[in-house]
């Protein structure tokens, strides 16, 4: 089993930045995938941003469109994985989850796809 606790999300005003931390614990040496996903109300979790865990390649969402970045952290005892936001905006506003799969590739962008998840960190972005 694999746990996930997210951190740092918040308000802010357009254009500011928050920095979102996963902190995964249990088996992580089977963790394949970690994703951030997020979900506005009355929408559907879409897909954000993911990181293959042993390698560190990512693979982002067209909207994120470079204001976004997502690194992992496997030194520390407790596995994190961050999304750096930029730029954020009012449509950026949304609880957002951290996920992970043992098999997922890189280029998992399905909410399926990824068997734990995170309780969520609401984001607001106010005008």
């Known amino acids: 089993q694999v746990q996930l606790v997210e951190s740092g999300g918040g308000l802010v005003q357009a254009g500011g930045s928050l920095r979102l931390s996963c902190a995964a614990s249990?088996?992580?040496?089977?963790?394949?995938?970690m994703a951030w996903f997020r979900q506005a109300p009355g929408k559907e979790r879409e897909f954000v941003a993911t990181?293959?865990?042993?390698?560190?390649?990512?693979?982002?969402a067209d909207f994120v469109k470079g204001r976004f970045t997502i690194s992992r952290d496997r030194d520390n005892a407790k596995a994190t994985v961050d999304l750096q936001m930029n730029s954020l905006q009012p449509d950026d506003t949304a609880v957002y989850y951290c996920?992970?799969?043992?098999?997922?590739?890189?280029?998992?962008?399905?909410?399926?796809?990824?068997?734990?998840w995170g309780q969520g960190t609401q984001v607001t972005v106010s005008s």
């Open positions: 990181i293959a865990w042993s390698t560190g390649r990512t693979y982002y």
């Open positions: 249990g088996r992580t040496f089977s963790i394949n995938t």
């Open positions: 996920a992970a799969d043992r098999t997922a590739p890189r280029w998992s962008t399905t909410v399926a796809r990824y068997e734990y």
